[in-house]
């Protein structure tokens, strides 16, 4: 539960993992998937056949459209206790915003685009564009929980309180990468950071995005994540979607007439997104795009297929590689032309119907194999926490929401293990529907294939679940050579069944997409060596997990406010579990092969001729300072393959950082290679000044630890790290 007595921060935002194994990344759901949604594409997007016609359209769309209230922030802060302006008719609860003004400090104005470095010729094209205009021409950071991600029923979004310097060691981390890999815009989330909205919180855009991080893209909100005018045009908002109406549009020409939006607010806002459309090379040779879906595809349409099967190879390497194979005795696998085969679980089967149906439906939103009742009531409703943890009416090719892939063409498990079978001769069996099924104690292997559902709008209800728990357990008492898999999106607790002596062999199998079948099968069989490393640490129960679930409203002064307080700070997952010296069921990292490795001749070096002081000194690019990715170590090590098999294995690097209080270890590279039986490869890595850095909150810049001794340690998991060394910088 909330309290009043949380600590005081100086950042907002970001998307990472708070709610372990839940987290789906907000995203922007199809033009049809919301009211008005499609009739505004089908007014609009026919202006695109051109080069021309397409840069007029974005540029007045952008007048148009964008977005708050983080002016608001500058404004005094009230009392956590008392009852002030903000207090309610209780005297203890808050119904005002303004209690919570100044904990998300103002950072004003918003930055002008500069135009460095890649973008100095977008900038300028842009700019000129801008400049021969006129105003008639017209999910950024902490999205870690779905219950109270928007406003509803008297009640305002969830916020986020993160203090500054898990913000920037742990959440910003992974936006400063994509920053420096050069995306074009970030989109702000619907949460509230640090009681401030994402999409109206001047610190996060203004200051950490554009000022620190020098972003020169554009911001665009999640959809309906904006809540104000004025105050998100000034707060960093760029465009707003899927329409700006409501405060944007004629309201942001008055806003600038009447002196409350300087222009130059909405010339930067115009030249950001034209100069993304410009360093994206969209108006050199850019292939004219399948544009949109009929509102109803049951009636007479042009077709527009914007599949490409020279993608289909990537397709099914990534399924097969997102397979994590956790358990496997008694050779259980891989299988070799077994005489009779049975198949339990409702996620071997493909759901009972994929087909277009008129506006929103299953399989717009991949809700195909889920209650759909159940899935709009968290999606279009107020969200909650699920009821519902497994999808029974088939398997998962993603997971549910703005996000999810409708599916054009897929395989299922069960399919491709039905044309194996065929091959080889193999009897098969199966039932998919029931809980205690018949189960043949003479099959060579039963496959018992379940899930774990996950959907935007909606929080699981647990990380895990007694019907497929019990499932598994009648099968490995009748069966003992039961192999289990889950496709899942997330962590799935395996205590309940993972040590029963017939559970001969567990893979997480993911989100697969649409070669998931085929890709399960060349694993079970050996024609693909599994290689998949868990991006989570499985538990053995739920109270070992920092964080498990989201925050539920306050019944007392918060309760109109609901506040989600990230005292766990950057011990997360694998963090948390060193330093509370829990032993995991599987760590963080773990995965297994039908080979296995060793490592050796480790090599850890100062890069000499590079400046080692203790906070950076370069100028600010995309990214943040320029010398923040000076490499200062390199690191060497060999893999040897000593089975019998080419297979192919993710060799991690881990740092241990000199500060006190600091995590044990922090990942800091991985490397995935291919190494034949019998043979050695060489992994290499770069540690970076930002890599061995913490960020000073006093100074507000990162720090390298002079004098203390880094530990750089090499393996295969979090908790398998044979090669250690040390370094000081």
């Not at 679980?345 to 759901?351: E, H, I, L, V």
């Amino acid at each position: 539960m909330a309290s009043a007595e949380y600590q005081k921060v100086n950042a907002a935002s970001s998307a990472g993992e708070h709610v372990s194994g839940d987290f789906v990344p907000g995203g922007s759901p199809p033009p049809d998937a919301k009211p008005g949604g499609g009739s505004w594409i089908a007014r609009h997007l026919p202006f695109l056949k051109t080069k021309r016609g397409i840069a007029i359209t974005v540029a007045a769309i952008l007048l148009i459209i964008g977005g708050g209230l983080a002016g608001l922030a500058a404004l005094p802060k009230k009392s956590a206790t008392g009852a002030g302006d903000g207090a309610g008719d209780s005297g203890d609860s808050i119904t005002s915003d303004e209690h919570f003004y100044g904990q998300s400090p103002p950072v004003y104005p918003s930055p002008n685009m500069t135009g460095t470095g890649a973008w100095a010729s977008p900038f300028k094209k842009a700019r000129d564009m801008v400049g021969r205009m006129t105003l008639d021409e017209k999910h950024y950071i902490a999205n870690e929980q779905e219950l109270n991600r928007m406003p509803a029923n008297g009640m305002e979004s969830v916020s986020s309180n993160i203090d500054d310097k898990t913000m920037h060691e742990f959440y910003l981390w992974p936006f400063q990468d994509s920053l420096r890999a050069g995306t074009g815009n970030i989109m702000c989330s619907y949460n509230r950071l640090n009681n401030s909205y994402g999409c109206a919180n001047s610190k996060s855009l203004n200051g950490l995005l554009k000022t620190e991080l020098g972003f020169e893209g554009f911001v665009v909100s999640d959809w309906n994540a904006q809540h104000a005018g004025v105050a998100t045009a000034l707060a960093g908002l760029d465009m707003t979607m899927p329409e700006g109406v409501d405060y944007w549009g004629s309201k942001l020409v008055d806003a600038v007439k009447n002196g409350s939006v300087p222009e130059s607010r909405v010339d930067d806002m115009a030249t950001r997104i034209i100069a993304s459309w410009y360093k994206m090379s969209q108006d050199k040779d850019f292939p004219t795009p399948g544009i949109g879906m009929s509102g109803d595809l049951t009636k007479p349409h042009s077709i527009v297929d914007a599949r490409n099967s020279t993608f289909r190879s990537t397709l099914f390497d990534g399924a097969v590689e997102g397979h994590v194979l956790v358990k496997n005795t008694r050779n259980a696998l891989p299988l070799s032309k077994p005489k009779m085969l049975s198949v339990f679980g409702y996620s071997a089967k493909n759901p009972d119907h994929n087909g277009p149906t008129i506006g929103s439906s299953a399989w717009v939103f991949g809700a195909e194999s889920f209650n759909y009742d159940e899935f709009t009531n968290g999606f279009f409703g107020s969200a909650a926490v699920g009821n519902t943890p497994i999808a029974f009416n088939g398997t998962l090719y993603s997971g549910g929401g703005s996000g999810a892939t409708s599916q054009s063409l897929a395989v299922s498990p069960f399919e491709a293990i039905v044309h194996r079978a065929y091959e080889d001769g193999t009897a098969l069996f199966w039932d998919f529907h029931n809980g205690s099924p018949a189960v043949d104690p003479a099959s060579d292997a039963c496959l018992v294939i379940g899930n774990a559902y996950a959907t935007e709008g909606a929080d699981r209800p647990g990380a895990r679940d007694d019907y497929t728990d019990g499932l598994i357990k009648h099968v490995a008492d009748q069966c003992n050579n039961t192999i289990v898999v889950f496709h899942n999106a997330g962590i799935r607790l395996v205590d309940q069944f993972i040590d029963h002596r017939n559970v001969t062999a567990f893979i997480f199998a993911h989100l697969p997409g649409e070669a998931s079948g085929k890709a399960l099968v060349s694993l079970l069989y050996g024609d693909a060596n599994p290689s998949g490393k868990l991006p989570y640490t499985v538990a053995r129960n739920e109270s070992d997990y920092a964080v498990l679930g989201p925050d539920l409203p306050d019944a007392g002064m918060f309760r109109k406010f609901p506040q989600s307080n990230f005292s766990e700070g950057v011990f997360f997952d694998y963090r948390h579990f060193d330093a509370k010296n829990i032993t995991p069921r599987y760590e963080f990292g773990f995965g297994l092969s039908y080979t296995t490795f060793l490592y050796g001749n480790l090599s850890v070096e100062r890069v000499a001729d590079v400046k080692t002081n203790e906070y950076p000194t370069g100028e600010v690019r995309e990214g943040g300072q320029i010398d923040l990715w000076d490499v200062l170590v390199r690191v060497k090590a060999e893999v040897t393959n000593t089975g019998g098999r080419d297979g192919a294995e993710v060799a991690q690097l881990y740092v241990g950082i000199p500060d006190e209080g600091g995590p044990v270890r922090q990942l800091r590279g991985f490397d995935k290679v291919f190494v034949r039986a019998a043979g050695t490869e060489t992994v290499e890595f770069e540690l970076t000044r930002r890599d061995l850095s913490v960020w000073d909150t006093v100074r507000q810049r990162w720090r390298l630890k002079k004098g203390g001794k880094y530990v750089v340690e090499v393996g295969g998991s979090s908790r398998d790290l044979p090669l250690k060394g040390a370094v000081e910088i």
